[in-house]
């Protein structure tokens, strides 16, 4: 089996790690490339940064691709948290269609951001689905999905880790019964599916009227809308805002508008936690400063308060 694999970020090395465990340690290699991002440039100077998958098939000796068109004709394509949509033509280069690991139950949060998207809602199971791609977004029919345990204090980051840690062992189990055939694919029921979209730093947002009536243990009666997610609104209360720092770590990050005496600056909220019913901020990080804990921040601007700019 001649396989390819699609994916740009630090947390899905493990899918890669396990496909060349399974298929590269004989004579033959099987796994034969990975595409994934272009370098980007990064930082005041602009060095170019690769992704870290493309740092991790270097060191492997696999070759590495950054344009999806140049794959070549292979048995199994495998995707995760590539970044782009990839056209039918690449589609129909692999002879037993391309599998996309999905953090979602499917059809339910297609898109880009089904993590914190389960984390904001307060959801206490997650959901990996494996699919086979067609050339819409998350379409394809279902192989098959596995759960697991969404913990109080999960952010995106430690959740997604996980997943696609346990994501990397459900694949190899999956693979030799799909390609003999085994495995009956499922339709999804579109009329069911929800979206979410790529986060933006504004998405970060938290309305500071919101968040100072939170601190103080009390709900607000009314609707939030959470553009990233698609017809989605919730009721500011300290579970939901202490849900929507979680899902924002570490990207774009939950933060709000305070003013000092200097002038309104941006507040970061890096961590928090609940207690008597009310959302308790452990470190903040305010522009232009060092991250601190809440109550160092409180002593040295006594004067501080959450303000709409």
Known sequence: MKAIFFGTPDYVVPIAQA???AYNQGREKQFTAVVTQEPKP?????????????DWAH???????TNPEDV???DLGIVASYGKILSKDVIKRFKHGILNIHPSCLPDLRGATPIPASILRGDTTACVTIIKMDEELDHGPILSKFKAEILPTDTTETLRTRLFELSAEFLMELIPSYLSGKINLKSQNHKEATLTRLLKKSDGFIPPQYLSQ???????????TIRFMNNYNLKPAPQTLFNFVRAM????GAWTTIKTKEKSKSLKILKAHIEDNKLVLDEVHLEGKSPT?????QLG???AKFVQT
Do not use: C, M
Not at 42 to 54: C, E, H, N, Q, V
Not at 249 to 252: A, D, L, R, V
Not at 293 to 297: A, C, E, G, I, R
């Open 59 to 65: 060191k492997k000796g696999i070759k590495v691709l």
């Open 214 to 224: 939170v601190l103080e243990g009390k709900s607000v009666n009314e609707d939030w």
């Open 301 to 303: 601007y006594p004067e």
């Open 249 to 252: 770590h570490p990207w774009p």
């Open 19 to 21: 496909l060349h465990k």
């Open 42 to 54: 990064t930082g005041r100077k602009g060095y170019l940064t690769f992704s870290a998958i493309d």
């Open 293 to 297: 804990t809440w109550k160092q921040f």
């Open 72 to 74: 070549w004709e292979s």
